[in-house]
């Protein structure tokens, strides 16, 4: 069984930072795409940040220059550095990993984490 476990989400103000932890464990044999979704009341999930095994990123157009995401691999662990935060940043973040290869098995799985709620209010 493969899990991921998030941390790092509270109540932050405006124009503060938060750092987002997703640390992945079981039986892993390797982990290609590692991302962080979020989805606020009432509107649905969009993705946020994704990372490569070899360290290419992409990020959603609104947190461009704002949020970092980073690994490390050999901790299987995903972060999200999140500067500048807005109001309108607040969700329930969660990790996915969509292509995780379970060890001794070759077969594919897509993981999500329970999600850790980021709320940026004054």
């Known amino acids: 069984q493969v899990q991921l476990v998030e941390s790092g989400g509270g109540l932050v103000q405006p124009g503060g930072s938060l750092r987002l932890s997703c640390a992945a464990s079981g039986s892993i044999f390797s982990i290609n795409v590692m991302g962080w979704y979020r989805q606020a009341p009432g509107k649905q999930r969009e993705l946020v940040a994704a990372?490569?095994?070899?360290?290419?990123?992409n990020y959603a157009d609104s947190v461009k220059g704002r949020f970092t995401i980073s690994r490390d691999n050999a901790k299987k662990t995903v972060y999200l550095q999140m500067n500048s935060l807005k109001p309108e940043d607040t969700a329930v973040y969660s990790c996915?990993?969509?292509?995780?290869?379970?060890?001794?098995?070759?077969?594919?799985?897509?993981?999500w984490g329970q999600g850790t709620l980021v709320t940026v209010s004054s």
């Open positions: 996915n990993a969509p292509s995780v290869v379970v060890a001794g098995s070759g077969r594919y799985l897509d993981v």
């Open positions: 990372i490569t095994s070899g360290g290419s990123t």
